[in-house]
């Protein structure tokens, strides 16, 4: 006689049951909802689970960037949550039994879920008070809610680097782009803080910064005309449109500019923006705008030049290309090496990742030196007011010396500038954040990037912002630094409201050849010289958008990108106007398309089965149109293959079709075509023995739809 199971061990009290001495393997923990964090702890195999319970020092090791910096422990994941009811486990986490989530305050996580796919889930043992959120859709919008309720003195630790890094960086950019936007330099400063504020709140990448960069301040200087007035008015307008399309998941209007046109104006600019700052270098003075005129006026007056702008521009320059060329062949500190190395290691690294303050203030000391002595060989920067702007609606109408202008006057003098600026940016920014996000393995929310970005501008231009956007030196400068979340811009905004309420007047002893050689060293890398071979290999069509775009753009900006996106767009519906066909003669003549038909194709498709079908070396009876390639059709081409159907029945020719997919099929069934026949490939139409005008052989499918689509009389 079998012997009876154990009895199952009594329940605890409390209602927990005693563990077994052999117990099975232990359950996964359970799965969270949606709304809740996502899981804080990720146990990597191998490891001792025992985990240390004060929040790690930042050693000098690996950080997000790939490179080495302060920071050892990868940063947190972070991303866009994921639909409601769909679990899932953290990336990385094992299946084994036994991998708990560890809950408690202190406790530096060696993988924190900020959302890499599912950033808004709860750790298991985490307090769920202050974790969950009432309203998923509330999480969707501000995603800060995500990773706020986790956020820990350790990544605090982090993101204070992070974020002062990259404020001793966006300070002095700051000041050289509104030279390049041709507005006084304050107005770099106003446009460099609300942006890092609002995406804290409603970003969804935790590397990105937003602020005033090269390629915008081109624009700017572009579209309104060195006027503040102007470019404020064209930030708040920007911000509405990118916040409308936001709303209504625009996004992938950024999909018709291609990457020709993408790198040929980045290419353009780079040139245009660094030649554009070869006058403060050199310390020449009224030199136009317009980039042939400026090379006409810089080369005829380079016997002008100041020699101490130009020592000291090309100094810094130099210094520059030094430093960041010593931190790309930087060798990583590892933690087990002596304090003095990893110190000199941080003090380098730091030295290299901040060196456009440092270059900023050693130009600046020379100069005082030389203010100091009586004497004053450079170009000044100038006064700059103190104090930080006033928080006030953007003005909707500007008065000139013949009257005011007003509000709809000002939009069209802006023009196309209202479409070019707010997808420019768009496009900065979400490539950007594509490329960290990919990078550093986390997902992004394209159209709450768009809300972001909306909302920055608009706010922005209260404080007297022109268009911001994301910024690509700035961004990686954020990532290496090893920051944990986008509370990191807090940082490096206050840092630039702290420089506009107390350093101003320190501000003006900056060179300018100094801001000059900032930004010609951020703009050089833009130049991709081998975009122009890699196309040449690859795809040599794409060589004549990006060309357009290139050349344009050193007359226009405005022209050269209208013009490549024109080009492109020319370019996309010749490929569909005229898709491969390939015509194969035997007992019928089989046409196979190799892509849709839409109805700019129909005619080219009539063209091509007529003339072959006529031309043909051995008498035909029938042509049988393969359409496996073929996803949709519209209703042109439905009329075109109507009439197609009625030529060849002139001829004694009969058209079958074959491989339909459901939609083509149901498209055409629908249209109640005149001795419409299909087959289910091509071998059954062989095996049939073709078919005969009118459709008295063989037996296809039928035609069972009572309605017709096509115009009355159209079939006879």
């Known amino acids: 006689m079998a012997p009876a199971p154990a009895p199952a061990p009594a329940p605890a009290p409390g209602g927990r049951r005693r563990r077994s001495a052999a117990p099975p393997a232990a359950p996964a923990p359970p799965l969270p909802r949606s709304h809740e964090a996502a899981p804080a702890v990720q146990i990597r195999p191998g490891r001792s689970r025992r985990m240390r319970r ?65 950033p808004g889930m709860a750790a298991p043992g985490a307090r769920q008070g202050g974790q969950s959120c009432p309203c998923p859709g509330l999480r969707t919008r501000l995603p800060v809610l995500r990773w706020l309720p986790r956020y820990s003195l350790a990544w605090l630790q982090l993101d204070l680097i992070a974020g002062l890094t990259v404020g001793l960086t966006a300070v002095p950019q700051a000041l050289a782009y509104a030279e390049v936007a041709g507005l006084p330099l304050q107005y770099g400063l106003y446009s460099s803080f609300m942006g890092c504020f609002v995406y804290c709140f409603l970003g969804t990448a935790k590397d990105v910064t937003l602020g005033p960069t090269a390629i915008m301040s081109l624009l700017v200087s572009s579209y309104a005309f060195h006027e503040p007035v102007y470019a404020i008015l064209l930030a708040f307008l920007s911000g509405c449109i990118q916040l409308a399309m936001g709303l209504l998941h625009l996004g992938f209007l950024l999909d018709f500019i291609s990457s020709p046109v993408i790198k040929g104006f980045t290419s353009a ?100 030196s030389f203010q100091v002595m009586g004497s004053q060989p450079l ?123 107390y350093l101003t007047s320190l501000f003006y002893y900056i060179p300018k050849a100094a801001l000059a050689a900032v930004i010609i060293s951020a703009v050089v890398p833009m130049f991709d010289a081998g975009i122009f071979r890699t196309l040449w290999r690859v795809k040599r069509l794409d060589l004549v958008p990006l060309c357009v775009t290139f050349l344009l753009c050193f007359w226009e900006v405005q022209y050269g990108i209208v013009a490549g996106v024109l080009v492109s767009g020319i370019l996309l519906l010749y490929s569909i106007a005229r898709p491969p066909i390939k015509v194969s003669e035997g007992d019928a003549l089989l046409v196979q398309p190799g ?122």
């Open 269 to 368: 600019a780079s040139i245009t923006i660094s030649f554009n700052q070869v006058k403060n270098i050199l310390g020449l003075q009224g030199i136009p705008r317009q980039f042939f005129l400026q090379v006409y006026e810089t080369l005829r007056r380079i016997g002008e030049t100041r020699p101490g702008d130009a020592v000291l521009g090309l100094a810094c320059l130099a210094a520059l290309a030094g430093l960041r060329v010593m931190k790309s062949r930087l060798p990583r500190a590892a933690p087990a090496e002596p304090l003095a190395v990893r110190v000199s290691y941080l003090i380098v690294w730091t030295s290299a990742t901040a060196c456009n303050a440092l270059v900023v203030l050693f130009a600046g000391l020379v100069a005082y």
């Open 379 to 501: 170009t000044l920067t100038g006064s700059i007011p103190q104090g930080l702007p006033a928080f006030r609606l953007p003005r909707f109408s500007m008065v000139a010396p013949n009257g005011t202008v007003p509000f709809w006057s000002m939009a069209e003098d802006m023009g196309v500038g209202l479409a070019v600026v707010p997808l420019m940016g768009l496009l900065e920014t979400i490539a950007i954040a594509k490329a960290f996000a990919s990078q550093n393995d986390y997902r992004i929310d394209p159209n709450q990037e768009l809300l972001a970005m909306g909302f920055a501008n608009i706010l922005g231009s209260f404080v007297s912002s022109y268009p911001i956007t994301g910024s690509f030196g700035r961004t990686a400068v954020n990532a290496q630094s090893g920051v944990c979340t986008p509370a990191g811009g807090l940082v490096t905004g206050t840092l630039v409201l702290l420089s506009l309420a």
């Open 54 to 118: 004060e929040p790690p020092v930042p050693e000098l090791g690996t950080g997000s960037g790939g490179e080495g910096l302060p920071g050892g422990s990868p940063p947190p994941r972070f991303g866009p949550a994921r639909s409601a009811g769909r679990p899932a486990a953290s990336p990385g986490r094992p299946e084994s039994s036994g991998a708990r989530g560890v809950s408690g305050g202190g406790r530096r996580p060696e993988t924190a879920g900020l959302g890499d796919a599912a």
């Open 595 to 716: 892509s849709s038909l839409h109805f700019p194709a129909i005619e080219y498709l009539r063209d091509v089965v007529c003339s072959r079908a006529l031309a043909a070396a051995s008498p035909l009876r029938s042509i049988v149109l393969d359409c496996r390639h073929i996803s949709s059709i519209d209703y042109t081409v439905v009329v075109g293959l109507a009439e197609l159907q009625q030529e060849l029945r002139k001829h004694g020719l009969s058209l079958a079709f074959c491989s339909l997919q459901d939609p083509v099929l149901q498209v055409l069934l629908s249209a109640d075509l005149e001795g419409f026949q299909h087959f289910p490939s091509w071998e059954e139409a062989e095996r049939r023995g073709g078919v005969e005008p009118g459709g008295s052989r063989a037996a296809p499918f039928a035609s069972t739809s009572e309605s017709s689509l096509l115009p009355a009389g159209l079939i006879q």
